[in-house]
């Protein structure tokens, strides 16, 4: 006998492994929207009048992201934002996929490439070492997406990051043994100078934001990235993977114990440092060098 | 028998049984993967049957 929805009589496809409950497509979406709807509000992600840039690769989580919340009933405008890296075989397609989903939502895309911020593509970058593929990536993305979102006179900065990228970074944190990120004990006063990031999907787990995409026929397929293969979190991600299976919860624990940690540290006291600003490109840093400026000197 | 069309362009065959069976013995882990078949998307106890032609789905994305 096939599982039925827990609230209509349709087949199933998908059950909650936590809670057990089942949902037809139809349910499923309505579930997952709400999820997303409550973690905006909880965390008190935007507020009226917001001009909100959502980085739009134009993968799985970005268009969901922006799917969702073009379709929330938020009083915020939505700028879609692509960063073009320039990686060969790979990029073209994610960027059509991004047009399209921008045309299909009515939305106008604005695209930004490592070559506007730097002068060369991700593939140039790397071309004597592609081991650091994902920090170099990273780093310049940020820096992309933050000039884009000025420019275009964004107050937020949304981006597709889900339950499975927060626990994985709460559990980087740990395996680095890195105790200032553990108790969040260093305190910059860069919240005024970037501006805010937004994580609307923090409490969707990547298999339900991925489920969401394919229920809903968002998602087209696209290549891989070719540099995933140096992904410095992929044994984390195999890992937790391997442990959400046979414990389903796991992710969901390790954030809000994280939370939960933070909040019985309390209000941290102690002194604020004063971000100044890179020598050569102006950008907030506490060096120097900004992140991406120091990279691009080595690189070069 | 199954056919499985995996992300990468790979296509596979196996034997039927339910979905969670099938990708335990491909030694996918079925956290990460979703799983269609004519579209529509399956749950891991939904039974396979032979001929059935599968789109797999990773849920691993890069960076």
């Known amino acids: 006998m096939p599982v039925l929805c827990g609230h209509c009589e349709k087949k199933a496809v998908y059950v909650d492994p936590v809670t057990k409950q089942s949902f037809c497509g139809e349910h499923f979406s309505a579930w997952f929207e709400a999820g997303v709807a409550a973690a905006i509000e909880k965390y008190h992600m935007i507020e ?7 980085g739009l690769s134009g993968g799985k989580d970005s268009t969901v992201l922006l799917t969702v919340l073009a379709k929330l009933d938020l009083d915020a405008e939505l700028i ?23 045309d299909k939502l009515g939305l106008s895309d604005k695209l930004v490439s490592f070559t506007d911020i730097c002068g060369k593509t991700l593939d140039e970058l790397l071309s004597r070492d592609p081991r650091q ?22 107050t937020k900065i949304a981006t597709g990051h889900c339950l499975d990228d927060e626990a994985q970074s709460v559990l980087m944190n740990y ?20 501006l805010p990031r937004i994580k609307p999907l923090c409490r969707s787990t990547e298999r339900e934001t991925v489920a969401y995409g394919l229920v809903n026929r968002l998602l087209t ?4 990235c070719p540099y995933t293969k140096y992904a410095l979190r992929a044994g984390v991600r195999t890992g937790l993977g ?11 624990k390790i ?46 | 028998m199954v056919t499985l069309y995996l992300p990468d362009g790979q296509v596979m065959t196996t034997s039927a049984g339910t979905l969670e ?26 039974e396979i049957h032979e001929d059935d032609v599968l789109r797999v789905t990773s849920i691993v994305h890069g960076g």
Do not use: W
């Not at chain 1, 397929?221 to 891989?224: A, T």
């Open chain 1, 133 to 154: 593929a994902c920090s170099v990536c990273g780093t310049l993305r940020r820096r992309a997406l933050n000039l884009a979102a000025r420019e275009a006179g964004a």
């Open chain 1, 80 to 102: 879609p934002i692509t960063v073009d890296e320039g990686i060969g075989g790979y990029r073209d397609d994610t960027i059509l996929a991004a047009t399209r989903l921008c």
């Open chain 2, 21 to 46: 069976e099938i990708l335990l013995r491909l030694d996918m882990n079925p956290y990460e993967i979703l799983v269609t078949r004519d579209g529509e998307l399956l749950l891991a106890d939904d």
């Open chain 1, 221 to 224: 397929d696209l290549p891989e």
């Open chain 1, 175 to 194: 395996l680095r043994g890195d105790l200032t990120r553990v108790t969040g004990s260093f305190q910059t006063n860069a919240d005024t100078l970037f």
């Open chain 1, 255 to 300: 954030v809000t114990g994280q939370e939960k940690l933070l909040a019985k540290l309390g209000p941290r006291e102690g002194e604020v440092t004063k971000m100044g600003r890179c020598e050569l490109c102006g950008e907030p840093t506490i060096h120097r060098l900004c992140a991406a400026c120091a990279l691009l000197e080595k690189l070069e």
């Open chain 1, 48 to 54: 009226s009048g917001d001009r909100i840039a959502v």
């Open chain 1, 242 to 252: 391997k442990l959400e299976y046979k414990n389903p919860g796991t992710m969901m």
